[in-house]
């Protein structure tokens, strides 16, 4: 973090300090607005991991595809209107009154439809434990803003889904700068629901592949591509908001701030984080325990996590006093380190795959999470060095011929080439530790700050490259530099004299002997 963060983080804080909290804390982030419903979308991912481990892909898939938990609203069918309905005004149901709500945006007079965002629980969806106690119905005339506008025809429940964070992608993520490299990479807009959706059905790539490896990246896939991309997109979402003044695009732009917390960290983490998370927030946690990148003290937390909600509340804060642009860099920084626990994760399980790999089932659940992590990370590493995504894809893909072919060492020298152009470094990633021994795996050591060769430009830094122009080179370019400043001088007192000589001309009087340019006008 750079000294003018720091202050900044101090000044916010400072600030912060003497308000009193309006919305329950998020591992240590204040929302300033209402994001309980989207922090719920982890409950999606925690039953659907719940049906993969008893290998019931259905029911996994009802959930990952229909939701159930997460931004409940009902879509509600009614006589033609004939008074226009205003957003926020609270929805109540003759002989229901465990339902309740509100009008999710406005409604013009004439319409027959409204949408109402559930503020009693409704948990239908796809959820194989459904709970309708607070379900609107359609026995029972609705009351909106106190107005009676009669009992509706028909009701549809919808939710937020963990398979829309990809479907939805090109809609709502078109022309954002690390969505577009991702979908460049992988050649589809909605490449993570696909490569779920495969896991799920064991089609495409995962035709014959072993339940365990369909497990492995059909979840991780939910969380790491499709969670990952929208985290992103909402921090893209709240600085383009704040820069053309659109404060009802997702009601402001903090509130889409706000989101982009919400769904990086999820509701099961509480407000100072819980092992039962689901989310990334809980990814940086394991991997920092695997790699040595814990904070010290009672209190240990990934230094990934302490650094992103820093850098998160520093973009609260911008966002919140209209300065957009300084919230760019914040959305910038969380992106490099939310990566860190990608790349952990892909040498992890590159690691164990070329050494550690059970024989008895092929080390298939090893080779799944080197897939899953390696798919998540790879168009960063693609948009740095061709050459090292290449290499790291043929020994960890999902058709991959003979996975870690090409041996640990030179898949971990692949990673390391690109950690300066993803704006990492050797000790944000760290080394893996051995469980059976004090230290870390051989070969598996923290890289230095001296990147290996052979992947790329991307490998050798600034100071590098200048340090390769031979000398004679630079006298080359200084006297080309030299001459053509002298001709430059010419040029010019040519011009001036030119100028001169026209301008006599247009006054009558001939120019003096010697100083003639050229041939006289007539």
């Not at 732009?253 to 407000?271: I, K």
Request: with cysteine; proline share 3%; net charge neutral.
């Amino acid at each position: 973090m750079t000294m003018y963060s720091v202050f900044s983080l101090c000044t916010f804080l400072a600030i912060m300090g003497s308000t009193e909290a309006s919305y329950t804390m998020i591992v240590g982030y204040e929302p300033h607005t209402d994001v309980r419903q989207h922090a719920f979308i982890d409950l999606d991912q925690q039953e659907m991991e719940t049906h993969l481990k008893a290998s019931d892909f259905n029911k996994a898939k009802q959930i990952y595809k229909l939701g159930g938990n997460s931004g409940a609203y009902a879509e509600v069918a009614v006589a033609t209107l004939t008074a226009s309905l205003a957003k926020g005004a609270v929805v109540t149901q003759a002989g229901n009154p465990r339902a309740t709500g509100y009008v999710k945006s406005n409604v013009a007079i004439g319409a027959t439809t409204l949408k109402v965002t559930y503020t009693s629980t409704c948990k239908v969806g796809g959820s194989s434990s459904p709970d309708t106690s607070g379900c609107y119905t359609t026995s029972g005339a609705l009351t909106v803003g106190g107005v009676a506008i009669g009992q509706p025809t028909a009701v549809s429940n919808r939710y937020r889904t963990l398979a829309g964070f990809s479907t939805q992608a090109q809609a709502k993520m078109s022309g954002q700068e690390f969505y577009t490299a991702y979908r460049a990479y992988n050649q589809y807009h909605d490449y993570a629901d696909r490569f779920v959706t495969a896991a799920l059905d064991a089609t495409g790539d995962f035709v014959g592949k072993e339940n365990i490896f369909r497990v492995e990246c059909a979840k991780k896939g939910s969380a790491y591509q499709n969670v990952w991309m929208y985290v992103v997109r909402e921090m893209e979402d709240a600085i383009m908001d704040c820069q053309t003044g659109c404060l009802e695009c997702n009601d402001d732009p903090v509130h889409a701030w706000d989101e982009a917390v919400a769904f990086y960290a999820g509701s099961l983490e509480g407000t100072a984080g819980d092992s039962s998370g689901k989310l990334l927030y809980r990814l940086a946690e394991k991997r920092c325990s695997n790699f040595g990148t814990c904070t010290s003290g009672d209190s240990s937390r990934a230094a990934v996590n302490v650094a992103i909600i820093d850098e998160f509340r520093l973009g609260q804060f911008a966002l919140n006093n209209g300065r957009c642009v300084e919230a760019i860099p914040q959305k910038k920084r969380i992106v490099e380190l939310m990566s860190v626990p990608l790349v952990q994760g892909a040498i992890r399980y590159a690691y164990k795959v070329d050494k550690l790999a059970d024989k008895v089932n092929s080390g298939s659940k090893e080779k799944a999470e080197g897939v899953a992590f390696s798919m998540a990370i790879l168009p960063r590493i693609a948009a740095c060095s061709a050459q090292a995504a290449e290499l790291i894809n043929v020994n960890l893909g999902v058709n991959a011929a003979s996975p870690m072919k090409d041996g640990f060492v030179k898949v971990k020298q692949a990673f390391e080439s690109t950690y300066a152009c993803m704006g990492i470094t050797c000790a944000d990633v760290g080394g893996l530790l051995s469980a059976e021994a004090d230290g870390y795996y051989p070969t598996a050591e923290p890289c230095t700050t001296v990147l290996p060769q052979g992947f790329g430009s991307s490998n050798t830094s600034t100071s590098d490259k200048e340090e390769k122009i031979p000398v004679w080179l630079i006298v080359v370019l200084i006297v080309i530099g030299a001459l053509l400043l002298i001709v430059t001088v010419v040029a010019l007192l040519y011009r001036n004299q030119a100028r001169k000589y026209q301008d006599l001309s247009k006054n009558g009087a001939a120019p003096k002997s010697g100083n003639t340019i050229g041939s006289p006008s007539v």
